[in-house]
């Protein structure tokens, strides 16, 4: 189908290591988001990209964490020197755009696991 | 962040109505507010979202109290592919994120 896509699906990296995820959003949406969702918990902001907009890096837990975005396609979120606390799903979604009402379709997520 | 309260936890029978409550007390005027549901091992996928009137889907409805203080998701027919994790989220009125709270994990017994 045309949906959103991550990949890897599963990662298992050692501590310190630096980890590279990637997604791939539906073709034609602006604005993409990555969420990370510990075991059992509902998801975290993570960063926003809108266009050519600035992104909203708010939702950043630490300077270890970075994402960047080529034009309206691939976004690649990465985690250097990866520690324990990392280990989640990381799961991105895209959007048709910025606004109250639009819907975000999400990926299947990428699960992290730092041993 | 307004938050939103919903149950932890319920349960339903399949091909029985659910109604899945969310309390909203700190809502603004123009929050919308949204539900997305996360089956196991996949990502959230989109439900519904209504401002102020009750709106309906192919997949729900969505009862909005008058005060806008509350709201609840109405499944007409459960099946056992609706058991799943039900989020109900207010929209920032000056951004794009979703915040997710525990959400409500939904039982459907067949």
């Known amino acids: 189908g045309a949906g959103v896509s991550q990949s890897p699906s599963n990662k298992v990296t050692e501590k310190g290591k630096d980890v590279e995820l990637r997604c791939d959003p539906i073709?034609?949406?602006?604005?993409l988001y990555w969420y990370r969702q510990r075991l059992g918990q509902g998801l975290e902001f993570l960063i926003y990209f809108q266009g050519n907009s600035a992104p909203d890096k708010s939702g950043l837990p630490s300077d270890r964490f970075s994402a960047e975005r080529t034009g309206e396609s691939v976004s690649t979120l990465t985690i250097q020197r990866t520690q324990q606390e990392d280990s989640a799903v990381y799961l991105c979604?895209?959007?048709?755009?910025?606004?109250?009402?639009?819907?975000?379709?999400f990926g299947p997520g990428t699960r992290l696991t730092v041993l | 962040d307004a938050k939103t309260t919903q149950p932890n936890s319920m349960e339903s029978n399949e091909e029985e109505p659910v109604h899945l409550p969310c309390n909203h007390s700190t809502i603004s005027g123009t929050d919308y507010i949204h539900w997305y549901r996360q089956l196991p091992s996949q990502g959230p996928e989109y439900v519904i979202h209504?401002?102020?009137s009750n709106v309906n889907n192919r997949m729900a409805s969505l009862a909005i109290a008058e005060d806008r203080k509350s709201s609840t998701l109405i499944l007409h027919r459960a099946t056992l592919r609706d058991a799943a994790v039900y989020y109900c989220?207010?929209?920032?009125?000056?951004?794009?994120?979703?915040?997710f709270g525990e959400g409500t994990q939904l039982t459907v017994n067949p």
């Open positions: 209504g401002l102020t």
């Open positions: 073709s034609g949406h602006t604005a």
């Open positions: 979604a895209s959007s048709l755009g910025q606004g109250w009402g639009v819907e975000q379709f």
């Open positions: 989220i207010l929209r920032q009125t000056s951004g794009s994120r979703l915040t």
